[in-house]
Structure formats: C-alpha cells, structure tokens
C-alpha cells in the first residue's frame, strides 16, 4: 500500500499571501489530521477530517481552513500568511474502524514565510 | 482534557547501553498510548501502541514500553542503543472508547542522542 503523500515537500511564501497544500492519504483510511510542527511549540492539532466533515478543530485561527474530498484527499489552506506560520506541516491519515486511533503521517510539507 | 508529558528535552546515551525516553499521560478514562520517531526532515513513523493487555509493549527496531497504569507512564526503552535511534521521539495518547471530539495529543518530543 502506498502511504500518505503530502505536497508540496517545500515551498517559500511572502507575509500576506495564501498556501494550498495537499494530502492523498493511504488507501482505504476515511480520516485525515493536520498537524502544525515548530521547533517551539512541538505538535500541534489543526483539524481532522472524516468523510468529507470536520470532526476536531485546534486552537488555531481562521486563517488556516481545510476540507476533504469523497476520495478522503485532503487540503489545507492558510490565508494571509504570517512568519509564525513558518512550520512543517504534517498530515495524517487513520481508519476509524479499527478503532485504535492510530496514524500513519506523510513526510510533511515545509513552509516557509519571508 | 488529555494531556502527555516528556519531561526531557534530550537525552545523551552512549551507544550499546540502555536507553529509556519518559513519558507521563493524563486522560480522564482508559488510554490508548502511542510512541512516534521522527528522523530529519521527515514524518513521523510509528513504533508502537499499548492498546490493552500485558504490560510491557515490543514495537518497531527493538524498541519496547511499559505501560503502568498507577503511575500513568509510558516510558520507551530499548536494551542496546545504536547510533542510528538518534532521532525526536514523540509520546501520544488517545482517550478510549475513542468518542467524537477525540483526538491523539502528543508530547513536545525527547530529542534522543546515542553516543558513538
């Protein structure tokens, strides 16, 4: 089975501009999270989607949105972009049925904000 | 409201000796405890999960944890270290029964050094 792939891997932006980035999860798996990572504060919860709907939202502003598709793909969008959103942000796919919570991540999408 | 501690940014072993990465959790119910690596620019990977049952969890690489319920930690070990588990461990857990506004937390990450 192919794993969860992010893209972009890289990708520089400018104070004020907007980000789209994507996550195709593993086959099968109907939930997606996103994750924000910095050195500072470690990981943190940004939302999870399962079919289609949101189903957990962390502390974070409206600036950052997602939504998921009906083949479980995944976006995250970040509007009018800050240097604190500087991060690696990591998705995650999991199969609820399983019912143990465990998640299987992509290999992230590195942002950076001049 | 969960919560999972690791109480040491990093930590030095030299390679060959046992290593132990801490843990600690806060969950209202029963957990499901999870531990992550994550090497250089790249994802987390998992290693292994306490659902239920015995105690003492083997996972990925020769890693191992213990589950103790009294003292709420979940602390990962591993008998030999090899320079190749320098990495950033992560300590999750996820509240079970897993309800609708459940969500796996982890922990700020042991920055793991093994020592040639």
């Known amino acids: 089975k192919a794993g969860v792939t992010q893209t972009p891997r890289y990708l520089i932006k400018t104070r004020g501009q907007q980000v789209t980035l994507s996550c195709s999860p593993i086959?099968?798996?109907?939930?997606v999270s996103w994750y924000q990572q910095t050195p500072g504060q470690g990981l943190q919860f940004l939302f999870e989607y399962f079919s289609e709907t949101q189903r957990n939202k962390g502390n974070f502003p409206g600036r950052f949105s997602g939504r998921q598709f009906s083949n479980s793909r995944s976006e995250m969008n970040v509007s009018t972009l800050e240097l604190g959103d500087s991060a690696l942000y990591l998705c995650?796919?999991?199969?609820?049925?399983?019912?143990?919570?465990?998640?299987?991540f992509g290999e992230g999408s590195r942002l950076t904000v001049l | 409201a969960q919560s999972v501690a690791q109480p040491e940014d990093q930590v030095n072993v030299a390679e060959g000796n046992p290593l132990t990465v801490k843990c600690t959790y806060s969950?209202?119910?029963?957990?499901?405890l999870f531990w992550y690596v994550q090497y250089p620019n790249r994802g987390l990977q998992f290693l292994l999960k306490?659902?239920?049952?015995?105690?003492l969890v083997k996972g990925s690489y020769g890693f191992e944890a213990e589950f103790n319920k009294s003292q709420t930690s979940f602390h990962l070990k591993k008998p030999s270290a090899l320079v190749s588990d320098s990495a950033l461990y992560f300590c999750?857990?996820?509240?079970?029964?897993?309800?609708?506004?459940?969500?796996?937390?982890f922990g700020k990450g042991t920055r793991l050094h093994i020592l040639p």
């Open positions: 995650a796919s999991s199969d609820p049925a399983r019912n143990t919570g465990e998640l299987f």
């Open positions: 999750a857990v996820r509240e079970r029964p897993m309800n609708r506004d459940d969500k796996i937390i």
């Open positions: 086959s099968g798996h109907r939930s």
């Open positions: 306490y659902i239920t049952g015995d105690n």
């Open positions: 969950v209202s119910g029963n957990p499901y």
